[in-house]
């Protein structure tokens, strides 16, 4: 039947409008010969751009040709005559835009496998307050092979996971839609990285192509939970232990919106979510803000524990975004008295990406990724865990030197959301809350989700990733160095004001392995530890 609809929906009025006017101007003609000169024009006119309109449908190069057809080819008119034009058909240009033209230009390119050298040197200003650069050396190593990759999984993990440095942030199908999730995935298996289901549960489309999967587990429970949302262990056991799944990771919260659960719109629930997820239909699907399967630090670790025994041993971790940092102090005093200690942690900044979240805790909630990272890199450095445990860091992490960048602030991968969004086509056109996103990407609307053709973007996505981690070698060779885990804060610097340039290593300083065993007098972390109790994660005092 929605099939049936497709000429009735407003995107395609046009395309309708011109093939009406086409058979009745042809009916005209057939009607009354003596027309036919009146109605030739008007006829080439309606009927060219008929045929253009089917033509749309039918291209698979453009996604959102094929969601607007005809209108759509106005973007691209004023792309070509003023750039600027174009946020006025779908995107959004306006300041403050996560992301800005040129950094979308950059993983367009590489998705597309297009040049993506500049001539004529940088457009940036290197004097600006804030600019930051990395060092190079007189004696730059060769350029390493491009697959970089990482062990995970810490002494008590039974099937480490190889992973690579670059992996695609936890987006769950609901918030993306089916083909999205076939692509990214066909995407991950071709290029050989992992790819994070979100909390929204393992999906046929998940399933359909094998890529490496990260299954995390939110506070819904989605995928193993009873009818009364509660955490269901013989349904984790029964996802966990597949083939598929190569990490399982406990999301406590993400940087967009910390501390406020999932929100997956109404509208955007399906009958097919609703029965995925085990949600009613037609209702906000929310995640509680809190778990109900643990209270303490504690009891965290206990079930990190039991979610790593009940996957048959694989490495099992959790995700945040860091807000009290009494809080991560607690977990860690958690891990020494327990003996528990999660296989590895990833840290999502303020600075990350949603689907939909209210704009308080988007703007004003949570510790920006940089800063998140290194403090938890410290903690774990100062509790003397640091070896026992991978950080993975992301938060606007899309070109190879925002990877450098958050490891050399401690992180041992990255993952990025949106930057793998826009090698799907993506064009950050703000509405992934409205259902009518008009490349495909985040919708559950059929007629949309049919514009992503999943064997072209599954290229484009294996292609972006194989391209920054290429231009990341290129940056580890000039530095001297030969894998990423090599850089260190003083391969960076920044300007601070005008003359006033400072090295990563000062803007950034690092704790002694065990300073914080014993408690300590560092300003950044004494208050914070002494407020630290591994049985509650409200502070002591
Ligand atoms: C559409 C969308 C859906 C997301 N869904 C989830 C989710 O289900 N679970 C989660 O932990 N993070 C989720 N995130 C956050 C991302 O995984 C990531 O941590 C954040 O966007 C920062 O990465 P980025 O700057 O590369 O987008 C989502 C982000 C986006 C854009």
Redesign the pocket.
């Known amino acids: 039947m929605q099939t049936l609809m497709f000429p009735f929906k407003p995107r395609f009025a046009v395309l309708t409008i011109c093939c009406v006017v086409t058979v009745l101007l042809i009916g005209l003609a057939l009607a009354d010969p003596a027309l036919a000169d009146i109605v030739i024009l008007p006829f080439l006119i309606f009927g060219a751009l008929a045929l253009l309109g089917f033509h749309d449908l039918a291209q698979k190069d453009h996604a959102i040709l094929r969601n607007y057809p005809i209108v759509a080819h106005l973007r691209f008119l004023f792309e070509e005559i003023r750039p600027e034009m174009r946020q006025y058909f779908f995107e959004s240009e306006k300041d403050g835009t996560?992301f800005s033209r040129d950094i979308r230009a950059v993983v367009y390119q590489r998705a597309k496998m297009v040049l993506d050298k500049r001539p004529f040197g940088t457009q940036r200003d290197v004097y600006a307050d804030g600019y930051e650069w990395m060092l190079h050396s007189i004696a730059p190593k060769p350029r390493a092979s491009e697959k970089f990759r990482i062990s995970i999984g810490g002494a008590d993990c039974a099937k480490p996971y190889s992973a690579s440095i670059f992996n695609i942030?936890?987006?769950?199908f609901g918030?993306?839609s089916p083909n999205a999730i076939r692509a990214l995935n066909a995407g991950a298996k071709k290029g050989g990285f992992a790819h994070?289901t979100?909390?929204?549960g393992v999906s046929p489309y998940h399933r359909e192509n094998g890529g490496d999967l990260i299954w995390?587990i939110?506070s819904g429970y989605f995928g193993c939970r009873t009818r009364d949302g509660q955490f269901d262990p013989e349904a984790f056991a029964r996802t966990a232990t597949l083939d598929q799944i190569k990490m399982v990771e406990l999301?406590i919260s993400?940087?967009?919106k910390p501390g406020h659960g999932?929100v997956l719109p109404a509208a955007k629930v399906s009958e097919e979510i609703s029965r995925i997820r085990g949600v009613a239909m037609g209702e906000d699907c929310i995640s509680p803000a809190a778990h109900s399967a643990f209270s303490t630090p504690l009891d965290m670790m206990a079930f990190i524990a039991e979610m790593r025994r009940l996957s048959g041993g694989k490495p099992a971790g959790f995700?945040l975004c860091v807000g009290h940092r009494w809080e991560f102090l607690a977990i860690c005093k958690a891990m020494l008295e327990s003996g528990i200690y999660p296989d590895f942690i990833?840290v999502?900044?303020k600075?990350?990406?949603?689907?939909a979240a209210p704009l308080e805790f988007m703007d004003h909630l949570g510790m920006p990724m940089r800063e998140g990272v290194n403090f938890v890199h410290n903690t774990l450095v100062g509790f003397n865990i640091r070896d026992r445990i991978k950080i993975g860091a992301?938060?606007?992490?899309?070109t190879a030197f925002d990877i450098a960048r958050a490891m050399a602030l401690g992180a041992d991968w990255c993952?990025?959301?949106?930057?793998f969004?826009f090698a799907l086509g993506c064009i950050q056109s703000l509405s992934?809350h409205t259902d009518r996103c008009p490349t495909g990407v985040?919708t559950q609307d059929p007629s949309r989700n049919r514009a992503l053709v999943v064997p072209l973007k599954l290229e484009r996505v294996c292609n972006y990733h194989a391209a920054t981690l290429h231009a990341l070698s290129e940056l580890v060779a000039a530095a001297g160095l030969a894998h990423p885990s090599e850089i260190r804060p003083v391969h960076l610097a920044h300007r601070l004001t005008g003359t006033g340039v400072t090295s990563f290593a000062r803007l950034y300083p690092h704790l002694r392995p065990g300073e914080l065993l014993e408690g300590t007098d560092n300003p950044r972390f004494a208050e914070a530890w002494a407020m630290a109790r591994a049985d509650s994660f409200a502070p002591a005092g």
């Open positions: 996560p942030s936890a987006m769950s918030a993306l994070d979100g909390e929204g995390e939110g999301k993400q940087g967009a999932g995700k990833v999502d900044g600075e990350g990406g949603t689907g992301s938060g606007k992490i899309v993952n990025s959301a949106r930057g969004m992934c985040a």
